[in-house]
């Protein structure tokens, strides 16, 4: 199976949730020292060879957006950044593949 290989945040993400992640000021001076620009496409970080993958700060921010949006209970957004990080090795959209 290919993997799905996304090169901007704005092509994975809600645009709502987008802007909730600019409005985190970690990922805000992350995307800005990198020199992403509000209002433009956001690029999605590469790994060495090349592969796109989330920051500790995006990761956080995800998991916070997520526990806001979709969770009445009080769930703790940093066990789920850090069972998220575990499971798709800040892999975008990461799938767990079934053996057969």
């Given at each position: 199976?290919?993997?799905?290989?996304?090169?901007?945040?704005n092509?994975?993400?809600d645009p709502q949730d987008l802007e909730a992640m600019w409005r985190?000021?970690?990922?805000?001076?992350?995307?800005?020292?990198?020199?992403e620009t509000m209002g433009s496409k956001v690029h999605l970080s590469r790994d060495p060879d090349g592969q796109p993958y989330l920051t500790?700060?995006?990761m956080k921010a995800v998991a916070g957006i997520i526990v806001r949006r979709h969770f009445v209970s009080q769930i703790d957004s940093e066990?789920?950044?850090?069972?998220a990080e575990l499971e798709s090795g800040?892999?975008?959209l990461a799938t767990v593949q079934q053996e057969i």
């Open positions: 199976m290919a993997a799905v290989n996304f090169k901007y945040w092509d994975c993400v985190d000021p970690g990922v805000k001076e992350e995307w800005l020292n990198v020199g500790q700060t995006e066990m789920l950044c850090a069972i800040r892999q975008p």
